[in-house]
DNA sequence: CTGTTAGCGCTTTCAC
DNA sequence: GTGAAAGCGCTAACAG
C-alpha cells in the first residue's frame, strides 16, 4: 500500500497542504466544515501522520529512551512498564536500551539514543562515575538518573529512600525476635548499598544488637553468586535466624539456594527483600519487601523528563528520594 | 550545547555538506586524506548524526516495534530482551508498546508505530481475530506475530512447538509415576492453549491413562486467578498429584497458593511449566519446564523482520515452528 | 479563513 | 574527487 501523505490528501480535497496539516490538528482558524471534510477525506485514505517529518521540523521526537542494563531483570522490566505508560500519557514513545552493565556499550547506547534524536533519558548507569552522564549533560539533553544518587547538584535523579528502607527492614525482622539477622548486600560502588546498609545499622542499634561485620555478605548481581554465598554459610553452620536482601531477585536467590539445602522460608528463616517487585510479578512465595509509598520511581522519572522539555532552555533540577514502606506478605515469622 | 550538523563540519573544513557526509560514511569517492580529516574534525566537534533527518530521506527509521500486553511480564521482558539485542546486531532500535490485552489500546498503538514508521513490528496479539493484524496488513509494513499461530498463509508467525511441549511435560510427569495429572490450561482462544492440551492427551492417551475434562482448568493470565482455582482444589479434596501449567508464570502462581494452604512442591505434587523463563529470571524454587531448543522466538523474530525488510517489495512468509525441549530441575519427583 | 514560502538535516543523482 | 541541486513530509511565519 502506498503511504498517504497530506499532499495527496491536498490533491483530493482541492486544499493546500498546509491547509490539510491544520485541519487535521484541528485548529480553529480552520472552518469546521473544512475541517470536517479533510479529516474524513483523511480517515477514507488511511492517512497516518508522518511523524519523522514532523520530528525533524519541529525538533521534538516524542519519544525519550531507557537506558539500563537488562530490561529482562524483573525491577528495569517493571520500572520499563511504568515509564512506558507514564510517557504514553504525555504522548510520548520509549525506545529501550539494554547495556549488559557494560560501560562502553552503555556510552554507545546514549550516543545511540541521542543519534535517534530522543527528547528525554532515563538512564540506569552501570558505573558510578559514569562517562555516559558527563557526555548528557555536554549534550544538553535532558535526563534522569536513576535507583543511585548522583554527586553533582545538577543532575535530575529519582531513588527510593534507601536508608530507611534498610531501616525499616531490618527493625521488621528485630521486632519478630530475630537477632541473627544477615545482610545479603549489594555491590559495594551501588551509592544504595551504603544507604541500605546503614539503615540495617541503625535499625540494631537501636535494638541494642552489636554489629557484626561477618554478618554483611556482599552480593555480586549476577545470577547464582548468591547461591554460593548461601551454600557457604549453609556448609559452614553460619548461624542465621533471618535474611535481609538487598532486593528482591536476591531474595529469590536467597529462598532458591536455601531450597537446595533443604532449608524453607520462613520456618527456616525469615526473609525480606527490597523493591517490592511482587506487586507486579508472582514469585512463587509470600516475600516481605520495602515499596516505594506513593509514585514509583519510573513515574517520577518521567514526570521530571517532561517538565524539563517543557522547560526547553532552563529547567528546573529536580532530586527526589522517594518515601518506602514495609510491604508483608508472610516470609517473616 | 548547540546540535553540530553537517553543515557545521562543511563550514569549518571548507568542504560542502555532501562531500562531509559521505567521508563519514567512508565512501571510496572521497580521498582518504579528506575522509581522515572530517572525521577528525567531526569527533572534535562532538558531531552526533541527526537520524530522523537521515530516516526522512532514505524511509528507513531503523528501528522496529514490539507490541505486546506487557514487558513486565517476564515472559515479555525476556522476548524484549532478545529482541533488542538482537535488532542491535543488525544496527535497529527497538520501541516497545504495551497493549495491556486490550484489542483497542492495540489498535492504537499499532497506529503509533506506523507514525513512528518503524521498519517492521513483533506483535503478540491479544485477540485471535485481531483488527490490527488486518490493519497491518494494509499497511504492507513488515511484521510477525509470535505466540500464536495465524490461519493466514501470508502472516509471518513464530511459535513454540506447543503439542511436542505439552507431549514432553506431561510425559515427564507420568514416567515418575504420577496417574492424576492436572493441567492448568491457558485462555480457551488462544492457540497456544488447544495445542499444549493436545500434547497433554497424546502423552496420556500413551500411557493408557484415561482423559478426565475435570482435570484440565482454564485459568486466566490475569494475577489471582490461578490462586483461586488452587485454593478451590484443595478445599475439595480434589486428587491430583502433579501439575502441567501452561506457563511459568501460572506454575509459579501455583506454588505460591500451595504454599499457602501448606502444600510443598515437589513433596506434596510434582510441577511443570512452559517457557522457561528461569533460563533469564530466578524463581525461587526450581521449575521443570519446556524451552525452545535453539533459536529463541525472540531472535527468530527479528530474523525475520530483517529479511523482510531487506526485501522491501517480495518478501517471502515466514512461518515458523521452533523445536522445544523439557529442562529438569527438580520439580518433579 | 486559506495560501505562499521557507526550511528542519540529511542523502542521492548528476555534473564537472 | 568534489560540488550543486533537489527533495523526503511536515510545520511555522506571514500574507492576504
Redesign the pocket.
Known sequence: MQ????????NRT????????????N?????????KRICQVADEMG?????????????LTLSIGIIAANVSNPFFAIFSREIEKRAYDYGYNVIIFNTYGEADTELKRVKDALSKHVDGIVISPCEMESKSLAYLREAGIPFVVIGRTHGDEDVNYVTADDEKGGFLATRHLIRHGHQKILHLSGPRDVPSTIYRLNGYRKALKEANIPYDPRYVIEVGLGCGQCRQVIHQLAENHFPFDAIFAFNDIIAAEAVYAAYERGLKVPEDFSLVGFDNIQKDILMSIPLDSISTSAESIGEKSVDILMDNIKHREHWAVCQETLNVELVTRGSVI
Open positions: 503511504k498517504v501523505t497530506l499532499k495527496d490528501i491536498a482541492g486544499y493546500t497542504i498546509n491547509t490539510v496539516s491544520r485541519a487535521l490538528k485548529k480553529n482558524d480552520i472552518s469546521l466544515e473544512t475541517r492517512y497516518i501522520r508522518n511523524s519523522v517529518a514532523g520530528s525533524l521540523r519541529t525538533g
